[in-house]
């Protein structure tokens, strides 16, 4: 039986290295070695591209080596179009259009698991109601926007 995908957006590679938040720190180690083996995981060209603008040359290739053998999804016309449309109806501001984009290729993919640590913007019951209204009135499915420890 194949595995089930989940995306992973760059808050939480970060995470797995990110020692001024302990607990958030050690959920993620737990996540990783517990819970991820169970899934496929995937990244896009958008997290890489996150992941390489890391200015500290030794966390970007911890990085870059923590997510070497995931999948990576390319933003495409598709996840554009899908992205200004959760702009366009309000579900994040056009200032935080990287976090539509990410939610975006994870849907046009069919991706069913879109993992982060960003409560501000994505990791909230009405992102979740409000991306998925918009999914199914373009003819996507439902995707499950959650933080690590709920997978």
Known sequence: MAKQKVYLDSTVPSAYYDSRTPERQGQ????WELLLSDYEAVISSIVLLEIRGTPNAARRRQLENLVKDFDILVFDEEADA?????VRREVFPEKYIDDA???????????????????????????????????????YGPIEIIAPPEL
């Open 28 to 31: 993620t180690l737990q996540f």
């Open 82 to 86: 899908l992205a200004q449309e959760y």
């Open 101 to 139: 984009n990410h939610v975006a290729i994870a849907v046009t993919n069919g991706i069913g698991y879109f993992c982060s640590w960003n409560f501000t913007h994505l990791v909230k019951v009405n992102t979740r109601r409000e991306v998925n209204l918009i999914n199914a009135l373009k003819g």
